[in-house]
């Protein structure tokens, strides 16, 4: 077990030189990584001398790379956009779950496709995969990314052929609300605060859950890639009424460093250290931010009945759409 106070001087004055090149690599400077939850995983690194400098980040696939280049980078990263990227250079990078959420969404302007109940959207897109027009954020973006993987492990989505990127995901809706894409695709904490979510509402779009046995099948490094939860999706004026929710699928957010086991690494056990001690502390990461706290509190867990009735429909819809083009 890693223990903070028996760190030698030695081990002290190689963390200091080492401080010059590696760094804890977050996101974007306006977002959530780098203002909410890299401070907390940079005061528990501080705490031990790791004195990396937080940093705005390259996104999940630019931060899976700095530390597929150097071990001792630290990072964040969506849970299955870690999962693409260890499946193309194994044994390179580690993770360890967040406890924080980001949740996966889709919205159409065609409520043919969006359906009559939870399930019916995904399951509908899965048999008009080769049809639809997906519009995603930006080609290297976490969503891209995140949709991809989906691709890699679902034949029947793995026949979208017709995708286009755009800047931002606020880009990407508008292509659905002006009928430029049948389909916007996107990662985002349910943070309904998000003017994101008040731009779905005002375009009279429609929520289509993501979620799939494939998807819920996905493991990497013994922790579950997805997991079903019930979000909001709409803000209320003053806490008054009952927002409008939608069950989806949820991905996590990771820590991510390189694995000592790495022949590239020049100090195994210091390496070894520093991932003893955010394995020891990931509880401590999740935010504290009244914003948070806020969002957590209207997120529920669905039961594992609930989750195989969302299942069914989704598997109900995709047969359904599967026989009408027979």
Known sequence: MFKRFTLTISLALGLALNAQSDQLLTGGKSGAYYNDIGPKVHAVLNGALFRYPLQVGKGSVGNFN???????????????????????????????????????????????????????????????????????????????????????????LGRVKNIKHFDSTDEAINAVAFDQADIAFFVQMPDTRNALFKKIKEKDLQWIGVGDRSMLRQEVGGNKVYAIDTVPVEETWGGFGTPETLTTTCTQVFVMTGDPQRVDVDDKEMLKDQVSLLQESQKAFEPDADWYVNMVGKIRTVSVSASESLLQAVDAAAEAVNNSLN
């Open 66 to 156: 700095a530390i597929a280049e150097n071990p001792f980078i630290v990072a964040l990263g969506q849970a299955d956009v870690f999962a693409l990227m260890n499946t193309e250079m194994p044994g390179k990078v580690i993770s360890i779950p967040t406890g924080v959420r980001e949740c996966l969404f889709a919205v159409t302007n065609n409520s043919g496709i969006a359906g009559e109940r939870e399930g019916d959207g995904w399951g509908n897109m899965m048999s008009l995969a080769s049809r639809m027009r997906v519009a995603l954020p930006g080609e290297g973006s976490g969503s891209s990314k995140t949709f991809q993987f989906i691709q890699s492990i679902n034949e029947k």
